[in-house]
T-cell receptor
Framework: KNQVEQSPQSLIILEGKNCTLQ??????????LRWYKQDTGRGPVSLTI?????NTKSNGRYTATLDADTKQSSLHITASQLSDSASYIC????FGLGTYKYIFGTGTRLKVLA | DSGVTQTPKHLITATGQRVTLRCSPR?????VYWYQQSLDQGLQFLIQ???????AKGNILERFSAQQFPDLHSELNLSSLELGDSALYFC?????????????????FGPGTRLTVL
């Protein structure tokens, strides 16, 4: 069964600290993995996208890693800011039988405190 | 602002009713995607249209249907509504939606329509 699991469910950190969010998946055939940031009540915004051959990708203070062998990904946030408070969603897409499936994790809720 | 517009912003209706949600993609985008986000389930992909044709289907109920019009706007029709259909419904658009290309396509999400079924 295609699944995407994220941990932790929620996280509270102090401004300026670093944190790492995890995403484990059992999706095949794997096509790509994307991390989204979603502010409360708003649509998600894409942070990074990685395909099978990519191990790491950065977008400013956000760095995503992918281990296709263990089917794990992480999103590292450096020097957190108050504006980083949001839900972070991991999405894995699979392509098979001529169509795509997009499997979303339930997200990690991050709260950054001053 | 992503450039994707959705109307209405809020919708309150009763069980058994039928509603239509509307989405206008970014200028130049040919693909439209619909997603449902319930409080306890996270985002669920419903359906994708590319240039008027259905391209991919997710966990869309038979009571739900969608279409994309020649001007590329899309509508999601929800009928025989149940309490459990209460959710945020997002539309997203991307430039293309052809097989193999979605991977590299940025999807831009609209602000969502909050549906409440009483």
């Amino acid at each position: 069964k295609n699944q995407v699991e994220q941990s932790p469910q929620s996280l509270i950190i102090l401004e300026g600290k670093n944190c790492t969010l995890q995403c484990n998946y059992t999706v095949s055939p794997f096509s790509n993995l994307r991390w989204y940031k979603q502010d409360t009540g708003r649509g998600p915004v894409s942070l990074t996208i990685m395909t099978f051959s990519e191990n790491t990708k950065s977008n400013g203070r956000y760095t995503a890693t992918l281990d296709a062998d263990t089917k794990q990904s992480s999103l590292h946030i450096t020097a957190s800011q108050l504006s980083d408070s949001a839900s972070y969603i991991c999405v894995v897409s699979a392509f098979g039988l001529g169509t795509y499936k997009y499997i979303f994790g339930t997200g990690t809720r991050l709260k950054v405190l001053a | 602002d992503s450039g994707v517009t959705q109307t209405p912003k809020h919708l309150i209706t009763a069980t058994g009713q039928r509603v239509t949600l509307r989405c206008s993609p970014r200028s130049g985008d040919l693909s439209v995607y619909w997603y449902q986000q319930s409080l306890d389930q996270g985002l669920q992909f419903l359906i994708q249209y590319y240039n008027g044709e259905e391209r991919a289907k997710g966990n869309i109920l038979e009571r739900f249907s969608a279409q994309q019009f020649p001007d590329l706007h899309s509508e999601l029709n929800l009928s025989s509504l149940e309490l459990g259909d209460s959710a945020l419904y997002f539309c997203a658009s991307s430039v293309t939606g052809l097989a193999g290309e979605w991977s590299y396509n940025e999807q831009f999400f609209g602000p969502g329509t909050r549906l409440t079924v009483l």
